[in-house]
């Protein structure tokens, strides 16, 4: 296939996802990588096909003795530098194709094998530094191509609809506040309509929202969109990452952070607040999926500015490449 926004950065895991000693398949612009952490929180990657017949390689197990991942079908084994290990010798120069990686704390970013054209946003690490992990959810693919997958993002109508159930939007409004090139920042003010107790049982972070949330977003093109919320009890940051797997897959994830008014709060809420993302990208996905291909709208609703700035953006990818590389 042909790479879709080649030079970009591409946030592919969290070091929490890969686990100890264990394969990890990536699929970034239509090629597979096998990922692998050892105990010490080194983290190798390589083209997840092996050089000898072509066997997945994320199908195999990792040696912790060499810190080196096994072919499953002939038990050949390539450390992350790609060298091959046989007989107890290893070989004169890498076989294997690795895939370089840039390790930000726990995150793991890619450009694919591509020149880096667009910097590795710094927002991340600062969130990661003022701010406590709470844990990945929502890790799923998405049988959508990107461009559709990232808009849903930027859309601040769907709500009304795709999210309805869950968060009972009366209205909502949206707008810039900043926007710099791949950078912007939106305010968000919804209005709730009231939760049932059971509701709030179900759901303990629901009783935390107030009637009229003042949110904010923060977006990162391309990969990367932060929702803030701010509320007496509880500030969050939810980070939904997306990544093009396939022309017509799309992976994403989301990293989420907190803070509490008190400790107590964070073992009563944590697991609801990765709850309810996950169920946000649920409800996204099926509306992905069920799309009709895309054609151009006939109708345009408020606040769509913001999902067209994307689209711009998407579309005018080699100059805006361009314009941050000079």
Same mark, same amino acid.
């Given at each position: 296939?042909?790479?879709?926004?080649?030079?970009?950065?591409?946030?592919?895991?969290?070091?929490?996802?890969? &686990?100890?000693?264990?394969?990890?398949?990536?699929?970034?612009?239509?090629?597979?990588?096998?990922?692998?952490?050892?105990?010490?929180?080194?983290?190798?990657?390589?083209?997840?096909?092996?050089?000898?017949?072509?066997?997945?390689?994320?199908?195999?197990?990792?040696?912790?003795?060499?810190?080196?991942?096994?072919?499953? *079908?002939?038990?050949?084994?390539?450390?992350?530098?790609?060298?091959? @290990?046989?007989?107890?010798?290893?070989?004169?120069?890498?076989?294997?194709?690795?895939?370089? +990686?840039?390790?930000?704390?726990?995150?793991?970013?890619?450009?694919?094998?591509?020149?880096?054209?667009?910097?590795?946003?710094? +927002?991340?690490?600062?969130?990661?530094?003022?701010?406590?992990?709470?844990?990945?959810?929502?890790?799923?693919?998405?049988?959508?191509?990107?461009?559709?997958?990232?808009?849903?993002?930027?859309?601040?109508?769907?709500?009304?609809?795709?999210?309805?159930?869950?968060?009972?939007?009366?209205?909502?409004?949206?707008?810039?506040?900043?926007?710099? &090139?791949? @950078?912007?920042?939106?305010?968000?003010? $919804?209005?709730?309509?009231? @939760?049932?107790?059971?509701?709030?049982?179900?759901?303990?972070?629901?009783?935390?929202?107030?009637?009229?949330?003042?949110?904010?977003?923060?977006?990162? *093109?391309?990969?990367?969109?932060?929702?803030?919320?701010?509320?007496?009890?509880?500030?969050?940051?939810?980070?939904?990452?997306?990544?093009?797997?396939?022309?017509?897959?799309?992976?994403?994830?989301?990293?989420?952070?907190?803070? *509490?008014?008190?400790?107590?709060?964070?073992?009563?809420?944590?697991?609801?607040?990765?709850?309810?993302?996950?169920?946000?990208?649920?409800?996204?996905?099926?509306?992905?999926?069920? %799309?009709?291909?895309?054609?151009?709208?006939?109708?345009?609703?408020?606040?769509?500015?913001?999902? @067209?700035? $994307?689209?711009? %953006?998407?579309?005018?990818?080699?100059?805006?490449? $361009?314009?941050?590389?000079?």
């Amino acid at each position: 296939m042909q790479a879709i926004l080649p030079g970009a950065p591409w946030l592919i895991a969290h070091k929490s996802m890969l &686990g100890i000693n264990q394969p990890f398949k990536v699929t970034l612009n239509g090629q597979d990588y096998v990922l692998w952490q050892n105990k010490t929180g080194q983290v190798s990657a390589l083209n997840n096909v092996c050089p000898h017949l072509q066997a997945p390689l994320s199908n195999g197990w990792v040696c912790q003795e060499r810190n080196t991942i096994t072919c499953p *079908f002939h038990t050949l084994e390539f450390d992350g530098q790609g060298y091959l @290990y046989q007989d107890g010798s290893k070989s004169n120069a890498p076989i294997a194709e690795t895939l370089d +990686l840039t390790i930000v704390g726990d995150l793991i970013w890619t450009y694919g094998g591509f020149e880096p054209r667009l910097p590795i946003p710094q +927002l991340h690490e600062k969130i990661a530094e003022e701010y406590d992990f709470i844990g990945v959810t929502a890790e799923k693919r998405i049988k959508s191509n990107f461009l559709t997958s990232l808009l849903i993002n930027y859309d601040h109508n769907h709500q009304n609809g795709t999210h309805r159930e869950m968060f009972q939007v009366k209205s909502c409004r949206a707008e810039f506040i900043e926007k710099d &090139g791949i @950078y912007a920042l939106v305010a968000q003010t $919804a209005e709730l309509a009231d @939760y049932t107790p059971e509701e709030i049982a179900a759901n303990p972070t629901l009783g935390a929202f107030p009637k009229i949330m003042n949110n904010f977003l923060e977006y990162i *093109f391309p990969s990367s969109q932060f929702f803030r919320l701010n509320t007496a009890d509880i500030k969050t940051y939810q980070g939904h990452i997306l990544y093009p797997e396939t022309e017509n897959s799309t992976k994403t994830f989301i990293l989420m952070y907190a803070k *509490f008014s008190k400790p107590e709060l964070k073992e009563m809420l944590q697991e609801s607040l990765l709850q309810i993302a996950a169920v946000v990208v649920e409800q996204d996905t099926s509306c992905l999926e069920s %799309l009709y291909p895309r054609a151009k709208a006939k109708i345009r609703l408020k606040s769509e500015d913001i999902m @067209y700035y $994307a689209q711009e %953006l998407y579309q005018n990818w080699e100059n805006l490449a $361009a314009a941050q590389t000079t």
